[in-house]
């Protein structure tokens, strides 16, 4: 996601994010740093998942002992959107709930300029910063909606983290994926063979895997593409989002029996449930979104009619985390629902000449649930009238893609199987507390203890929100 300059009627102070040092793509050190000794497990490359039983401390023990192999098994059912967020642009970190992508302006860019300046590959990472959890931005927006402390006026069921096998970046599960699938390949763009690091954390049943990067970040002085700036010209920010530089949503779903709660990132979204058609009920929809306006000041809400709906923002802090949670009805004591999930866009630039690799664009939508591809084709910057459009559901039957589709699907089967050796490893540990962590070099994938207190673990205070039933 681009890093906005946006607008404020106050500007705030804004997070400082100087050029990182270029980082060691052979090994980084931290891949291997404060290792604990021997590998817990190794498991082997190339993997197969044929034989491996379900956890038996699954969610759906119904599940356990059966063989991975048919396609009902690894389908996502069960998907509920759980919660979204969006970063603001400020030196402390501060996030919108439930926020809103930016909204997709239903006319093509014929021309941009190429990316450059600030670009995230992790902006959790890049804003929680070396001394907190990347992952305390999912808990905090989920207790904001659902039973933190500024939803004192609402009578909400609590979120029941103890029913979940895994929480998890959706980064984390693609890594693992290219590791199951071809451990020795390397794609189109370059992903596959590098050396990663994912932390893990027990807690109770529930395993949260966190992502580790070597750079959260990239300052982009030479010529990268021109995805980024061609997705803020493709979109505009809702009204109250304008200091917004990237909205992640946060969904529950049945992966073949492993409950998951999964983070991702959005790009857009079409500001109708599935339909981004010119119709003019679609614009004055459009329109009125983009006229919510939302105050800024903390406990003090400024609200502004839409129709007969008002929305305004409210300031708290939840796990250390400033919170601007967004409410609309007419008493503003109603919180505003997150953007459909059937809405939602992924936005992807391609030069003409180069083939899209279906094996990394459709496990990035699957895993998410993200119904919407938008693929816009140029030829040096110079982009064509038309854009290529996809639905995840109609992606399989498609006679050009289809059959790249239905292989990469086979993919999935392995990430199924590899899943669940992992949550059933993990939970051998009996130590709650033990630091883990999956690391891969070359062909290799093991899971490790950590030296303690190395890495970043959830709060005590997570933690402890994460044991409490519903």
């Not at 983009?290 to 003090?300: F, L, N, Q």
Request: aromatic share 6%; proline share 5%; hydrophobic share 35%.
């Amino acid at each position: 996601m681009y890093h906005s300059p946006g607008y404020r009627r106050k500007p705030p102070v804004r997070a400082s994010f100087a050029r990182p040092a270029p980082v060691d793509i052979v090994t980084p050190a931290f891949v291997k740093a404060h290792l604990d000794g021997r590998p817990l497990k190794e498991y082997t490359a190339p993997y197969s998942p044929i034989g491996v039983a379900a956890p038996t401390t699954s969610s759906t023990p119904a599940l356990a002992g059966r063989r991975g192999n048919s396609d009902t098994e690894i389908a996502i059912t069960d998907v509920e959107a759980v919660s979204s967020y969006s970063w603001v642009d400020t030196e402390h970190p501060e996030i919108i709930v439930p926020g809103s992508p930016n909204i997709w302006n239903n006319t093509n860019p014929q021309s941009v300029p190429q990316d450059s300046g600030v670009v995230f590959s992790d902006q959790n990472g890049a804003r929680m910063g070396s001394d907190a959890s990347s992952m305390t931005p999912l808990f905090a927006s989920i207790e904001a909606l659902r039973s933190g402390e500024v939803i004192k006026s609402e009578t909400k069921e609590k979120f029941d983290y103890t029913s979940l096998d895994l929480i998890t970046d959706r980064n984390n599960l693609r890594k693992l994926l290219r590791w199951a699938t071809d451990a020795e390949a390397t794609t189109m763009d370059g992903h596959g063979a590098e050396p990663f690091r994912i932390d893990v954390q027990r807690v109770g049943k529930t395993c949260v895997f966190t992502r580790c990067d070597a750079q959260v970040f990239q300052y982009i002085s030479e010529f990268r593409g021109f995805g980024q700036e061609y997705e803020k010209a493709a979109t505009t920010p809702t009204d109250g989002c304008e200091d917004a530089t990237g909205h992640h949503r946060i969904i529950k779903m049945n992966f073949g029996g492993i409950s998951i709660l999964l983070r991702s990132e959005v790009d857009a979204w079409v500001g109708t449930e599935g339909d981004d058609d010119d119709s003019d009920d679609d614009n004055d929809l459009v329109a009125a979104l983009r006229s919510m306006t939302v105050g800024s000041s903390a406990t003090k809400s400024a609200a502004t009619s839409v129709g007969n709906a008002a929305v305004s923002t409210e300031s708290s802090t939840i796990f250390g985390l400033s919170i601007l949670l967004q409410r609309s009805g007419d008493s503003a004591s109603t919180t505003r629902e997150p953007v459909a999930q059937s809405s939602l866009i992924k936005i992807k630039t391609r030069a003409s000449h180069r083939p899209l690799d279906w094996d990394e664009a459709y496990p990035q939508l699957y895993l998410s649930q993200t119904p919407h591809f938008y693929l816009a084709r140029h030829q040096r910057g110079l982009f064509s009238s038309s854009i290529e459009k996809y639905t995840l559901e109609g992606l399989e039957s498609d006679l050009l893609v289809g059959p790249e589709v239905r292989k990469a699907r086979e993919g999935l089967k392995k990430l199924r199987g590899l899943l669940r050796e992992i949550l059933d490893e993990v939970r051998k540990v009996e130590d709650e507390s033990a630091q883990l962590c999956l690391v891969r070099e070359g062909k290799a994938l093991a899971l490790y203890k950590r030296v303690e207190g190395t890495g970043k673990r959830l709060s005590e205070e997570v933690v402890r929100v994460m044991k409490s039933e519903a």
